[in-house]
């Protein structure tokens, strides 16, 4: 039995609260065509599962305190293998990225095979092999157990365990690196009688910085209607479309070591949100960068950054000053905020890009499935060709809470902001113009009762 961090404490004390819900689910979906060895390929599963032991954990609590409790191979529940008509198939991996996972009974792991095409009358097998055909394999988990990260790496396993087992050998896994601080502390042996240590050693579970005195109560965002008692957590998108000499401009910052793709959209969203009078303090969430080589690290805690856009400063002293916030929030990986503090209401994230590969007659296609729910109520979602080419993506919104309409004025505003600081990266953030000044005028939207926001007039 061992140890918990941070984040997955928070994950585990907020379902047992608040009950299951779909935000805490991560799906991918390997989309395979060719000959396909089911047999090998659950095999090759297993062998996955048996060389991370997260795949194999259960969260179990003694006295109020959750704990890891890491089962044999054995235990674990075999692949599902289930066929399934093409045009059924949305319909069926939404239920099953929808069914709830027990933390404390099971692996929070859910594995399913569908079987898109069924094998004619007669048809031949080669070497253990199905007939050409098409299949769906559906990998969910609880993010207590894997956030998502590593996709190329996940798929790059369990390619190598597949061919293996064409072979009719095990997989021969390279040489485990040495392993960082989080996993030194959850393999720590456990001092706690009974063998639990509920307590984990301050700055393992998350990458949150420190909260500095006086944290906004929360963003005035410019809301269409109040949050309702129940949130349904579902959510909606628009798209970020820049112009391409824009776009050029900001990859050219990207390539210099200027900044990330996800720096450029924490302090494009900063500057929208102070535009809109929401303030100058904005607490914005960040997803913090991850390896791409380990499929299974720990589910890392959001960062909470919190962006100066004072002093009405210009497009490169903002883009600094969110640099050195994200550096420091990075560098000094503290504990995740106190209870009792307001949620995150806005982050910036990247999506991973599709992984394909090729194996052994099969052509695999990997991505990450986009569930439609949220757990906050804007995100800026980078798509991942944004990291060479310069940013772009979707404007997520919260349906609770907001219109597609405004949603939609809202991204046009973040794209004009971001085209306008790119042409003149030097101007101050209150001389930008980022439309109409009707629509400036206009309010974008009704809050919570309280206040109606506007645009502030140029200059101010």
């Not at 599963?45 to 179990?60: E, F, K, M, Q, W």
């Not at 404007?395 to 949603?407: H, M």
Request: charged letters at 20%; hydrophobic letters at 40%; proline letters at 9%.
């Amino acid at each position: 039995m061992t140890n918990l961090t941070r984040a997955q404490q928070h994950l585990w004390y907020r379902e047992q609260l608040a009950g299951p819900t779909r935000t805490s689910h991560v799906s991918v979906l390997l989309r395979l065509h060719g000959e396909l060895d089911e047999a090998a390929l659950c095999r090759a599963i297993g062998d996955v599962t048996a060389r991370h032991d997260v795949l194999r954990s259960r969260y179990p609590a003694v006295g109020g305190h959750p704990y890891r409790d890491v089962l044999a191979p054995g235990e674990v529940p075999a692949v599902t293998l289930v066929d399934c008509a093409e045009h059924e198939l949305v319909a069926v991996l939404d239920r099953a990225g929808r069914r709830p996972f027990d933390l404390t009974a099971a692996a929070p792991v859910r594995v399913i095979l569908y079987r898109l095409d069924k094998p004619a009358p007669g048809a031949v097998r080669r070497s253990g092999a199905s007939p050409v055909g098409r299949w769906a394999l559906l990998l969910v988990a609880h993010r207590i157990v894997w956030d998502g990260a590593g996709l190329a790496a996940l798929v790059g396993e369990l390619g190598a365990a597949y061919t293996a087992r064409r072979h009719g050998t095990a997989p021969v896994w390279p040489t485990t690196a040495a392993p960082d601080r989080w996993d030194a502390a959850l393999r720590a042996p456990s001092l706690h009688p009974a063998g639990v240590r509920p307590a984990v050693v301050r700055g393992v579970g998350g990458l949150r910085r420190d909260e500095p005195a006086g944290l906004p109560a929360g963003l005035r965002l410019p809301y269409d209607r109040a949050r309702p008692p129940v949130a349904s957590n579902r959510c909606g998108s628009v798209p970020l479309r820049l112009c391409p000499v824009a776009r050029a401009r900001l990859a050219g910052l990207v390539r210099a070591g200027r900044a990330t793709p996800a720096t450029i959209g924490h302090t494009a969203l900063a500057a929208l949100l102070t535009r809109l009078g929401v303030g100058t303090d904005i607490p914005i969430g960040a997803v913090p960068e991850r390896s791409s080589t380990r499929p299974f690290a720990v589910p890392a805690a959001t960062m909470l950054l919190r962006v100066d856009t004072s002093g009405n400063p210009s497009f490169h002293d903002l883009l600094t000053r969110v640099r050195a916030t994200e550096l420091a929030a990075r560098a000094q990986r503290q504990e995740p905020l106190r209870a009792g503090r307001p949620p995150v209401q806005v982050m910036v994230m990247t999506a991973e890009p599709p992984v394909r590969m090729s194996l052994p007659g099969l052509e695999v296609r990997a991505q990450r499935l986009d569930p439609e729910v949220t757990d906050c109520d804007l995100a800026v979602v980078l798509a991942p060709e944004g990291v060479g080419t310069g940013p772009t993506g979707r404007l997520r919104y919260a349906t609770d809470v907001f219109d597609r309409t405004t949603a939609a004025s809202l991204a046009d505003h973040l794209v004009r902001l971001l085209d306008a600081m790119a042409a003149e990266p030097d101007v101050g953030l209150g001389a930008v113009e980022v439309g109409r000044d009707d629509a400036r005028r206009a309010p974008i939207g009704g809050t919570p009762p309280g206040s109606r926001l506007y645009m502030l007039p140029t200059g101010r």
